[in-house]
């Protein structure tokens, strides 16, 4: 019996060597449910490694301290929402319907925000005592989203003819961004009371005709 142990384990391969470059994706999706779960005063190296099945000198190898892996975390998460947010956003030429082209936004950020719950939660949600460096670069993330938002939105008040465009959009961005942040945490504080679509309409009108519109 104890032969054929031996012989058992003798046989078994070796997991395959991973090197840093492979690790680190692997790496953060660990931390990132680490960091929504726990916040990141809450959630140290250690914790890190043993959710990735790694040890703590193989997370140190991939990135050399906490504040740099959630650097690089955040900025993973910063692509995937703005590539979702790109595809919420609506064209100019979509922008003819005004109430249909808010309503179709705000849908398509509900679903991106329901299929992938901690990447909005790890930048949008501030109960994650962060340190101030890395804090501000949370609000650089937050801040080229509305950017984006806020270029659309001056190029359609100056097609509609509004006056001082450049001037307005700014606020106006910043008031829809407000609106979908909102609607995302109670989407994800909440996730059976609406679905996207029910919530996307909901605010769609609401946009567009005031509190009349519900």
């Known amino acids: 019996m104890r032969n054929t142990e031996i012989e058992t384990t003798?046989?078994?391969?070796?997991?395959?060597?991973?090197?840093?470059?492979?690790?680190?994706?692997?790496?953060?999706?660990?931390?990132?449910?680490?960091?929504?779960?726990?916040?990141?005063?809450?959630?140290?190296?250690?914790?890190?490694a043993s959710a990735a099945g790694v040890t703590k000198p193989v997370v140190y190898e991939c990135y050399p301290g906490k504040e740099k892996l959630f650097r690089a975390l955040l900025e993973r998460e910063e692509q995937r929402l703005l590539a979702a947010l790109e595809a919420a956003l609506p064209t100019e030429s979509d922008l003819a319907d005004t109430e249909r082209a808010l309503t179709a936004g705000f849908t398509a950020l509900l679903h991106a925000a329901a299929e992938a719950p901690s990447s909005w939660r790890v930048v949008f949600v501030s109960e994650h005592g962060y340190e101030p460096a890395v804090a501000s670069r949370v609000r650089q993330a937050r801040d080229g989203l509305v950017a984006q938002l806020g270029a659309l939105i001056q190029a359609y008040l100056a097609v509609s003819g509004?006056?001082?465009?450049?001037?307005?959009?700014?606020?106006?961005?910043?008031?829809?961004?407000?609106?979908?942040?909102?609607?995302?945490?109670?989407?994800?504080e909440h996730p059976d009371e609406f679905s996207p679509d029910e919530l996307g309409e909901m605010l769609g009108r609401l946009a567009f005709r005031g509190p009349a519109g519900i």
């Open 10 to 48: 003798a046989a078994r391969p070796r997991a395959e060597h991973l090197g840093p470059e492979r690790r680190r994706p692997m790496v953060l999706d660990a931390a990132l449910e680490l960091f929504v779960e726990r916040g990141y005063a809450g959630t140290s190296m250690e914790a890190i």
């Open 162 to 188: 509004v006056e001082q465009p450049k001037r307005k959009a700014p606020v106006l961005a910043e008031v829809l961004t407000a609106i979908g942040e909102a609607s995302v945490r109670f989407q994800l």
